[in-house]
Structure formats: structure tokens, C-alpha cells
């Protein structure tokens, strides 16, 4: 008796671990080893090395680190991803190298902590098939980046074309519920009283000289004074560090909040305090804010 059926495929997945501790390579190979369908044949210490591995063993998938000694796995990208298709498995979570590792053609994005066993395996076999894969730091760190970038091309049907006002409008509308000296709607209080009108276009338009003497430094119509820091030309995990600093948070606190290692954290300081000029945080913090002496000057 003859059936449609086809026999289960028997290829077995080829992948190459490249990454520069020889405690997770090991770990690596041992437990993808361990599933079916699945064959580590080769690993590399570094980027160069990993590009010779890639040439001679043609895998299906590599596992790419980062921060590596000779080349980096970013470095080596672009050659790696003309022979397989390429996840980034590593510790280092920051917007600007997730950003430019799927810009050279990384096809995922997994942080170390992240993920399970299982979860690797599936990651592994769904990027060999042009799956991507992102674990949560990954993933908040594109979309941090990706919200940074200037709009992108026109949307089909002019869609996203209308005014904001109707929804800065209506927004306001729901700032004066939560005003406990306001009328909530029924279904918070869940009892019959007067509460504010429904909304309408004409005391939708009667709202906004109202939030305008909400505020002191809004009610001239004028904007409150921002510095101006481009001119310190800080990438934006600096700049958001410098936020971190300029709150009051320590290097501990700053490297729970993005997810980053101390050492991380320090480097990224040097750096900032190199081009503002400084050499304590609160200097730094006051030319961040506009409140050093020398701010509307320059850098000084």
C-alpha cells in the first residue's frame, strides 16, 4: 500500500559556537550536542577564527559573541552571514551593538540570562530557517533605538496622516478625570451623579485654556529653556547613562536599570566625561542639566 507520506527528513543541523570563554563554548557545544538533529562541528575563540571555521566547515547556523580578542564577532559579521545565517548569543545588551548587528545581517539577538535550554534549541532551528529570535534586553533595546531614529518612508493609504490634536485633545480629556477635584465617568464610580459632559468637538476645543494655566512654565505659551546637548555629541546609551547620572542613580543602580555590567557602566562614564569636559559626576550632571556656569558659554 502506497502513501503520500514523506520520510522524515534525516539532515542534521550544523553549528558553529564562537565565543571567547572557553567555559561557555564548552556549554554550548555540550548541550546542543545533546539534541537531536543537531551537531556542533566546529568552535572559535575569536572572529578570525570564526571566519576560517565558517569557511572550511560551512555550518547552517553560528553562534556569534560580541566582545571577542582579535576580531569581534560584529567585525566578523558580514563575511559570517555570506555563509550562514548568524545569532548573536552574548552579554552585551546595548541598543547601539544590537542596533548594528542586524544592520550587518545578525539574524537574532539572544542576551546570556535570558533564555532556557529549550528556548536556545528553538532559537538555533527557527534562525537556520530565517526565524528571528530576540530575547527581552534585546528586543527593548531595538525598539528603544528604533523610537530614536527619524520616520521612516510614507505609510500605505495615508494612514497616520491625520492631526495629533484630536488625541492631544482627548488625552487631556482623561488628565481631568483623573483630577480628583473632577467628575469621574460612571464606570469608576459605578453610581449615578453628574460628571463632565461627554466629550464633544466644541468643549474639547474649551479644554486647552484650561491645562494651559496648568502649569507656570507653560501658561506664556512658551516652551520651558532646554540645553542644548548635541553639542557634546553623546551616543544614546551615553546620553541615557547621563540621565541615570544626573538623577542621582550610583554605577550599581545605573547597571541594574540598563541591564549592562558595571565595568560597562564605568567605561561609558569615562567616555562622557571626556566630552563634557568634566571630572566629577556633579560637574557633569550640571552641564547636562544647563546649570553649570559655563553651560550657555560652551564646554570650557
Not at 204 to 216: E, R, V
Not at 270 to 291: C, D, M, P, Q, Y
Amino acid at each position: 500500500m502506497t502513501t503520500n507520506q514523506k520520510p522524515p527528513s534525516t539532515a542534521v543541523l550544523r553549528v558553529l559556537v564562537a565565543d571567547d570563554n572557553p567555559v561557555v563554548r564548552a556549554g554550548l557545544t555540550a548541550l546542543l550536542s545533546g539534541r537531536e538533529g543537531i551537531k556542533v562541528v566546529a568552535e572559535a575563540e575569536d572572529g578570525r577564527e570564526a571566519c576560517e571555521a565558517a569557511r572550511d566547515h560551512h555550518p547552517d547556523v553560528i553562534l556569534l559573541d560580541v566582545q571577542m580578542p582579535r576580531m569581534d564577532g560584529i567585525s566578523a559579521l558580514p563575511y559570517l552571514v555570506g555563509i550562514a545565517p548568524v545569532v548573536m548569543l552574548t552579554y552585551s545588551g546595548e541598543s547601539e551593538i544590537v542596533e548594528e548587528a542586524l544592520r550587518r545581517g545578525a539574524g537574532g539577538y539572544l542576551v546570556h540570562g535570558e533564555f532556557t535550554a529549550d528556548e536556545l534549541v528553538t532559537a538555533v532551528r527557527d534562525i537556520s530557517h530565517g526565524r528571528p529570535h530576540f530575547t527581552p534586553t534585546a528586543a527593548g533595546a531595538l525598539l528603544a533605538q528604533l523610537r530614536k531614529t527619524p520616520s521612516g518612508p510614507p505609510l500605505p493609504e495615508d494612514l497616520g496622516a491625520g492631526t495629533d490634536a484630536t488625541a492631544y485633545e482627548l488625552s487631556k480629556t482623561k488628565l481631568r478625570y483623573m483630577n480628583p477635584q473632577q467628575a469621574a465617568p460612571p464606570s469608576i464610580l459605578g453610581a449615578r451623579r453628574s460628571i463632565t459632559p461627554p466629550v464633544s468637538s466644541q468643549n474639547l476645543s474649551q479644554l486647552q485654556p484650561d491645562m494651559g494655566q496648568s502649569s507656570s512654565g507653560w501658561a506664556s505659551g512658551c516652551r520651558p529653556a532646554v540645553p542644548d546637548r548635541s553639542r557634546f555629541q553623546l551616543s544614546s546609551r551615553e546620553a541615557e547613562i547621563m540621565d541615570h547620572i544626573a538623577s542621582g542613580m550610583n554605577n550599581q543602580q545605573i547597571a541594574a536599570t540598563c541591564f549592562i555590567s558595571e565595568k560597562t557602566v564605568k567605561n561609558h562614564i569615562n567616555r562622557i566625561f571626556a566630552k563634557l569636559h568634566s571630572t566629577s559626576r556633579s560637574e557633569a550632571a550640571a552641564k547636562w542639566l544647563g546649570t553649570a556656569p559655563d553651560s550657555a558659554r560652551g564646554l570650557g
